[in-house]
């Protein structure tokens, strides 16, 4: 289950606790603060690989951001 999920199921039982959502939230954080790292070991062979690469990150951090967040633009995180 996503954590998107989780949260909406979490919401409509009545039972969200924010530290239950933000320590499912932490392992994807780490995998996105990890980035570097991991694409390190990878060989873009072109541009737009980079491209799709950087979208997929970002995306995946706003996402993030939103989830835990609530859908507010002007989040440090999200901006």
Excluded: N
């Amino acid at each position: 289950m996503g954590l998107s999920e989780w949260k909406a199921k979490a919401i409509e039982a009545g039972c969200l606790v924010s530290r239950d959502l933000l320590e499912r939230a932490r392992p994807i954080e780490q995998l996105l603060e990890e980035r570097e790292w991991r694409e390190g070991h990878l060989k873009f062979l072109e541009t737009k690989d980079q491209l799709y690469g950087d979208t997929f990150f970002y995306a995946a951090r706003i996402l993030l951001a939103s989830v835990i967040d609530g859908p507010f633009p002007l989040s440090k995180l999200i901006s």
